[in-house]
């Protein structure tokens, strides 16, 4: 063990399996972080001799019940975690079978993987920082093992300088290599997902909103839009239960076309913008969209007026959105009419006889809902994140005993009464709102803006209502935190976020330059795919008209070639041949010529005695042209005279030594 791995070398790979393992650490199971790091301690007890090597059969019976146990603890998770989990736990096992440089090799390699599976989680310029450190780790692993020689103070400089070396060859080749679709597709891992459901109830909401993970950016080509105009729609939901509002059958059947480019062609008028969207993956379909938005190639419009993708949107993905002022809309049908008004037959009989007697007395259904909007304007009703929970009749319980609730609370309700009396309705499940970056012109968008609105159907068209802007009119203009009547229910729980202590200055302008980096890094970095590079490659082929952009990227590849070896093999640096060498070198093309070739390593003293016993020539005058040699070779205490005294003297005996034979 100690022959080829150093106690330097050991903690690297102990450091950087520690490192790998925490940043897997949310996908991987208990199971496997206990037996990784058992495996760890089992190889340091061993390098300091308290343990022997696990022996073969022990460890193929190992191999073979941790596999079988990893499966069954992750199969339902999907193909793609239960490769994760392999992979780690051949990672981990490797541990008890390092005995060789090319165990080390695997184990570096197989961290380069784990690496790459790293980054298909995140994103964000923070992670991928923390990725160079794991590929400083591994590569220092390679150098303690290869370049035991450079231990000690240069290590670190070697290392770093190996890295910056290869830093802007790395650099031209992202920039003007061609970008291919992947060969292969990844398998799609099934896991809890960040961000809106297909279905909500009272509550469901209020939990996303204590979040701030990001869920998606947007920047404008001209003007934003203004802030109460900022509705991001993702889903409609149109049937109710009695308890959750979720999608009719007919409206998923919708959705699953969606996924073969099948979609509503939209009529709109009126050009108002463009706006880019960079979503967060959440591993579904949806993309936030604002009222009227036409998509584009690789989306789908639904007969709701929200957008699909046609395909999962398992990584941070840009998309380039047309937004319209207007949208022609069809009357409903005798079925979506049936569909938008429908109520479980059970239930709310308070919430019933109220909107009963209020119609007796001649109120008009508009007005009804006009005065429900009053209540909640007027009376006791509160906006928080922590409502009191509700019964089975949770529309009677929120509108008549507790009157504290968020966005589905008041959502729901109002479209429950707005079917009662024969409205279509339906409730929207979105984003409300967003950061507005002013420097660098972009709208961040979090879990916390996350709401749930009304739309009901008037004149012709479907007219949205925010019932919550009636009980707490801040949530449109200002956002959550300035909305809630408890401003510490505001992301609890969430102490080392910096969106929770954004109200300290220097915390806040910290986390604003974080933002405006990590935007840059996702709109130049991780989103720079074919279409960006083809547009910089013509911008930049623009000044010189007579360059093709084929030409360009084979002139910068040759470029980067060349000036690669140039800096391997610095031709502008000559060896210096020292006068006693080239003396030696001349003794030794004349031997060579009669057969005597002087060995790799060999000594000038050995190369001496080798010519002398070959030639059967006297070894006093070999004898002395060596110790001369030595002498000036070695010998730091000559002075200049006595130097070029002895060089005279080695140039003498190398030609009597030509002379004898």
């Excluded at 160079?132 to 290590?155: P, Q, T, Y």
């Excluded at 002022?325 to 019933?352: C, D």
């Excluded at 959502?411 to 967003?434: E, N």
Aim: with cysteine.
């Amino acid at each position: 063990m100690k022959a080829f791995l150093s106690r330097l070398g050991l903690l690297l790979i102990i450091l950087s399996y520690v490192v790998l393992l925490g940043a897997l650490y949310d996908h991987l199971s208990l199971f496997l972080i206990i037996l990784g790091l058992f495996c760890s301690g089992w190889r340091v007890a061993h390098f300091y001799e308290r343990v022997p090597m696990l022996a073969g059969r022990w460890l193929s019976l190992l191999t073979i019940t941790s596999s079988i146990i990893t499966i069954a603890l992750v199969y339902q998770l999907g193909v793609f975690n239960v490769m994760l989990h392999l992979i780690v736990l051949g990672f981990s096992l490797k541990f008890l079978e390092l005995k060789s440089i090319r165990d080390v090799h695997i184990f570096v390699n197989t961290g380069f993987v784990l690496l790459a599976l790293f980054l298909i989680f995140n994103y964000t310029i923070v992670m991928a920082l923390l990725g160079s450190l794991i590929i400083l780790m591994l590569l220092a692993i390679l150098l303690s093992v290869h370049g035991g020689f450079f231990l000690g103070n240069g290590f670190s400089k070697l290392l770093v300088k190996s890295c910056l070396l290869s830093l802007p060859l790395a650099l031209l080749l992202f920039v003007v290599i061609p970008r291919l679709p992947s060969l292969w597709k990844m398998p799609q891992q099934k896991q809890a997902t960040t961000g809106l459901s297909d279905s909500v109830t009272p509550g469901d909401i209020a939990e996303l909103s204590r979040s701030s993970e990001l869920a998606f950016r947007a920047s404008f080509a001209n003007t934003p839009v203004a802030e109460r105009d900022r509705y991001w729609r993702v889903m409609t939901l149109d049937h109710f239960d009695g308890r959750s509002w979720s999608q009719s059958q007919w409206h998923k059947e919708e959705q699953q076309s969606a996924k073969y480019s099948r979609g509503k062609n939209l009529t709109v008028s009126f050009f108002t913008d463009n706006y880019e969207l960079i979503v967060e993956p959440h591993f579904n379909y949806w993309i936030p969209a604002l009222d009227y938005s036409k998509a584009a190639v690789g989306q789908v419009n639904l007969s709701d007026y929200t957008l699909r993708s046609v395909k999962p949107i398992f990584k941070r993905e840009a998309f380039n959105i047309v937004l319209y002022q207007q949208i022609q809309v069809p009357s409903l049908t005798a079925r979506e009419q049936k569909q938008f008004t429908q109520l479980p037959t059970q239930g709310n009989e308070k919430t019933q006889e109220w909107v009963a007697t209020k119609l007796k007395q001649g109120l008009a259904k508009e007005a009804l809902m006009q005065q429900l909007l009053f209540q909640f304007r007027t009376q006791n009703y509160r906006y928080t994140l922590k409502p009191p929970p509700l019964g089975n009749d949770f529309v009677d319980d929120f509108l008549f005993s507790t009157l504290a609730g968020f966005c589905v609370h008041y959502a729901s309700s109002y479209l429950y009464v707005a079917r009662l009396v024969g409205i279509p309705a339906r409730m929207v499940t979105g984003y409300l709102g967003g950061e507005w970056q002013d420097q660098d012109k972009f709208l961040t968008v979090r879990q916390y803006d996350a709401h749930a609105w009304v739309e009901i159907w008037q004149g012709g068209r479907w007219q949205r209502v925010d019932p919550t802007a009636y009980v707490a009119p801040e949530r449109v203009e200002s956002g959550l935190e300035q909305s809630l009547s408890n401003r510490d229910e505001f992301l609890q729980g969430e102490y080392l976020s910096l969106q929770k202590w954004r109200n300290i200055k220097l915390l806040n302008q910290l986390r604003q330059k974080i933002e405006q980096i990590d935007y840059l890094w996702a709109t130049w970095v991780v989103n720079y795919d074919n279409k960006k590079q083809l547009a910089l490659m013509q911008a930049w082929l623009a000044k010189f008209p007579w360059l093709n952009l084929f030409s360009a990227v084979l002139i910068a590849m040759l470029c980067a070639f060349i000036v690669t070896l140039l800096f391997i093999f610095k031709p502008w640096i000559r060896v210096k041949i020292s006068a006693e060498d080239r003396i030696f070198l001349q003794l030794q093309r004349y031997y060579a010529n009669r057969g005597v070739i002087r060995k790799k390593g060999q000594t000038v003293t050995a190369f001496c005695q080798q010519a002398s016993h070959k030639f059967q020539l006297s070894a006093t005058h070999f004898t002395s042209f060596a110790d001369k040699y030595n002498s000036l070779k070695y010998d730091s205490n000559l002075s200049a005279n006595q130097r070029q005294k002895q060089l005279k003297q080695l140039a003498f005996i190398c030609k009597q030594l030509q002379k004898r034979q």
